[in-house]
């Protein structure tokens, strides 16, 4: 976030350069006779908004800090500095939606914790099960005593005893209390079961929708670059044929607006395209898109 606003604030800044600068060219037209007032009034009205949207530029920018100061723990008023090749990487190849998917499967807490309860209660129907069987019980003792008397009264006395005691146990009938808790086992495991298919649908659901926006940001970051381009080379042009007289002011107004429209778009790709990763690592439990990346 504090990325992106602070390529908004460049950005904004850049435009108001621009219309300064055609502002300037205007009124310099309008003396010679070339350009009307109406043109000078148009461009005005663009630079005092473009000074407006600077301003809101200039206010995001501090709060995107704050917040990003907010997030971590530090002061508000700690300087924020950030690279900004983090949010202009180079566009990865995506894995596919079932690399992804098995990777959820194998790394995904909330997949884990389901299978470990799945199993934790088939232990317990078996264990309730072995309620039927008759419960056997070992138990062993050994000791060894040792008395010693020296000088002239010498006794040497040594006991050993070792006792091992075996029992059995085989609960005939305790009120089908028995047969309760294997019922309530069973019934535990068969919702679990029940449940396997909704928590699989919606793992892949997860999935699945990250992934296409990925790609999704993938391409929309390819053609937002094309119209950049694009978008430029049509504002050197207007701007060289409104120099020679051969463009309008209106001409000149659109292709500069364009541009600034082009790079917001690319900065705004840019970004959907890291939280996009970030929302694919999030949803596998892995880190397989790293930020810088």
Request: glycine letters at 4%; aromatic letters at 6%.
């Amino acid at each position: 976030g504090v990325l992106r606003a602070s390529k908004m604030n460049e950005l904004a800044g850049d435009t108001l350069d621009m219309s300064r600068s055609h502002l300037k060219q205007v009124r310099a037209m309008l003396d010679a006779g070339t350009a009307t007032r109406a043109d000078v009034l148009r461009v005005e009205v663009m630079v005092a908004n473009n000074e407006v949207g600077l301003m809101k530029a200039d206010n995001a920018l501090v709060l995107a800090k704050d917040a990003f100061n907010n997030i971590l723990g530090r002061d508000l008023e700690s300087t924020v500095n950030l690279s900004e090749k983090e949010i202009a990487a180079e566009i990865i190849t995506p894995k596919t939606n079932q690399e992804c998917l098995t990777l959820a499967y194998d790394n995904k807490p909330a997949w884990k914790i389901f299978l470990m309860n799945k199993q934790i209660n088939a232990n317990l129907k078996d264990a309730a099960w072995s309620g039927y069987l008759p419960s056997l019980a070992l138990i062993g003792t050994s000791s060894n005593n040792r008395t010693e008397y020296q000088k002239n009264d010498y006794l040497n006395t040594e006991i050993n005893t070792n006792t091992i005691l075996a029992s059995a146990q085989w609960t005939l009938f305790d009120g089908f209390a028995r047969e309760g808790r294997i019922k309530e086992a069973a019934a535990n495991l068969k919702a679990l079961e029940a449940n396997e298919e909704s928590i699989r649908n919606g793992i892949v659901l997860e999935v699945k929708d990250a992934c296409l926006n990925l790609e999704s940001s993938v391409k929309m970051i390819r053609s937002a670059r094309k119209a950049v381009d694009l978008a430029r080379e049509n504002y050197r042009i207007s701007r060289e044929r409104y120099k020679t007289g051969a463009g309008s002011n209106l001409e000149m107004i659109d292709a500069q607006t364009a541009y600034s429209e082009a790079l917001t778009n690319l900065y705004q790709a840019q970004f959907d395209y890291q939280i996009a990763k970030a929302k694919v690592n999030r949803v596998v439990g892995a880190d397989i898109y790293p930020f810088t990346k």
